[in-house]
Each structure stands twice: as structure tokens, then as C-alpha cells.
């Protein structure tokens, strides 16, 4: 699977847009790239998936460059529920093994 | 439940003893995963199931673990002979087969060995 390369840490403020990169230069045709997010002490939560298009769904937008190396992902207005670790993920989509990351710790604050 | 529920949620273990970690995964889903998260770390791949294909246990760390899952439901992780370093959260996900689906993962079970 190709690796992803994603910042340590941010900061974003409530109520404003969170916006986190993720690059996968090494992606390839078949990979998918998913996100999770890891609330402190609880498991992983899924919450988008995207192979080329932008995706969308009721927690997240998901953009894909049109090269596929590098993904945004939204979180429109971020919550302090928002605050956890966000990982991006790379998956072949016959492939059930999901690999995680260090992630990027994201704190919201007031 | 609707969820992925672990059992126990915590648990305290004296060095050298065996654990044994139970997962029921959401009805229907075929797929099972055993992750671990030490303190402040990402998530260790340990095994993973698929109906009755045989396991990938290519993540195991050593022969002290072990898993077991009967059919399409509960799933066993076994610790045997217990060390400091096994103390972590164990973390289990079930999805429906291969392919796009998402994982659901439980709330974990935190163990701590002394």
C-alpha cells in the first residue's frame, strides 16, 4: 500500500472550516484513500472514503487532487467534538488491512 | 447493540498470567480485526478473519497471542504468560466482506499487566 504523509498537528478554531492534507505521491490506480478519526480513548471512527471524485457525506468533505497525490479533507465547521487524531489511509480496495498512521492530532478551540 | 461491543473494558493482570479478550462484532459482518494501541501510539495490526477463510495472523508478535473466532460471531484474543509490554488497548473491527466497506471498531479493552 502506499504510504501517506500528514502533519503532526493543527489547530483550528470553532465554528471555522478545518482543512487536513494528506500526500500519497505513491498511490496507485487501484488505492483508495480513506480517513478516520481517533476520539481520545476511543476506537477509530470511520468517516470518508474517495478514490477520484470529491466525496461528501453528513460529516466531511473529501477533496482528491486530479493526480491523486495529494486529498484534503473538510470538516466544515469544526466542533470541539471535533478534537482527536485524524488518520489518512491508503487501501487497495480488494485489500481488508487497514494501516494507520501516526495520524494529525487536530485540537478545535472556543 | 448496534455497535462493535469488547469485553472487558478494563483489565488488570499480574505478570506471567493469561488474558483473554472478547469481541462481538456488529450481526452480519463477516470480517473481524484485532488491533493493539500502546500509550500514545498508532494502531498495531494483529489479525484478521473472514468468514472461514483461514486468518491472516501475520501480525501476531509472538506465539504468547493467539485468536479465535467461531463462525461469523464472537471472537477470542488470548495472551498467554503475560508481560509488561503487552499493556495496551486492544481494539477489535468488524466490516462487511472486503472490498469498500468501513470498519466499526469497539470501544477497546484496556489492559494493563503489573
Known amino acids: 500500500d502506499a504510504k501517506t504523509t500528514q502533519p503532526p498537528s493543527m489547530d483550528c478554531a470553532e465554528g471555522r472550516a478545518a482543512n487536513l492534507p494528506c500526500n500519497h505521491s505513491?498511490?496507485?490506480?487501484?488505492?483508495?484513500v480513506y480517513w478516520y478519526r481517533q476520539i481520545h480513548s476511543q476506537g477509530p471512527q470511520y468517516i470518508i472514503h474517495g478514490l477520484k471524485n470529491n466525496e461528501t457525506n453528513e460529516m466531511a468533505s473529501l477533496i482528491i487532487t486530479e493526480d491523486r497525490k495529494s486529498s484534503t479533507l473538510i470538516l466544515p465547521h469544526a466542533t470541539l467534538r471535533d478534537t482527536a487524531v485524524y488518520y489518512c489511509i491508503v487501501r487497495r480496495s480488494n485489500d481488508y488491512k487497514l494501516s494507520f498512521g501516526a495520524g494529525t492530532t487536530v485540537t478545535v478551540r472556543a | 447493540g448496534a455497535g462493535v461491543s469488547q469485553s472487558p473494558s478494563n483489565k488488570v493482570t499480574e505478570k506471567g498470567k493469561d488474558v483473554e479478550l472478547r469481541c462481538d462484532p456488529i450481526?452480519?459482518?463477516?470480517?473481524l480485526y484485532w488491533y493493539r494501541q500502546r500509550l500514545g501510539q498508532g494502531l498495531e495490526f494483529l489479525i484478521y478473519?473472514?468468514?472461514?477463510?483461514?486468518?491472516?495472523k501475520s501480525g501476531l508478535p509472538s506465539d504468547r497471542f493467539s485468536a479465535e473466532r467461531t463462525g461469523e460471531s464472537v471472537s477470542t484474543l488470548t495472551i498467554q504468560r503475560t508481560q509488561q509490554e503487552d499493556s495496551a488497548v486492544y481494539l477489535c473491527?468488524?466490516?462487511?466482506?472486503?472490498?469498500?466497506?468501513?470498519?466499526?471498531f469497539g470501544q477497546g479493552t484496556r489492559l494493563t499487566v503489573v
Open positions: 478473519f473472514q468468514g472461514n477463510s483461514a486468518p491472516d
Open positions: 473491527a468488524s466490516s462487511l466482506p472486503r472490498g469498500q466497506s468501513e470498519a466499526f
Open positions: 505513491t498511490i496507485s490506480g487501484n488505492e483508495y
Open positions: 450481526s452480519g459482518h463477516t470480517a
